[in-house]
């Protein structure tokens, strides 16, 4: 079966840096598109970054353009989420993300706390 384990997420100072890393099992990793998104006490979960299936391409919330990269490995079944001058704002559960056949399935989450 399908399996996201997300893992990298804890407590950071303003201005510092967490990557994020989630491990896929349970289908063709290197033939889907993968995702991160957040979802922060009492708001909605968001789109966080893609990357396409081969890596050549990435998009980003403009929230976190600049700050955030994605990035994977396909040998490794593995995508990753750098994560640099973290803010405040960036508090959330992060949710690894892969839609397979229109269902989306999703990881356990790592909870990302950015305060001083």
């Known amino acids: 079966q399908v399996q996201l384990v997300e893992s990298g997420g804890g407590l950071v100072q303003p201005g510092g840096s967490l990557r994020l890393s989630c491990v896929a099992s349970g289908f063709t990793f290197s033939s889907y598109i993968m995702s991160w998104y957040r979802q922060a006490p009492g708001k909605e979960r968001e789109l966080v970054a893609t990357i396409t299936s081969g890596g050549d391409s990435t998009n980003y919330a403009d929230s976190v353009k600049g700050r955030f990269t994605i990035s994977r490995d396909n040998a490794k079944n593995t995508v990753y989420l750098q994560m640099n001058s973290l803010k405040p704002e960036d508090t959330a559960v992060y949710y690894c993300?892969?839609?397979?056949?229109?269902?989306?399935?999703w990881g356990q989450g790592t909870q990302v706390t950015v305060s001083s």
């Open positions: 993300n892969v839609r397979i056949r229109l269902i989306m399935r």
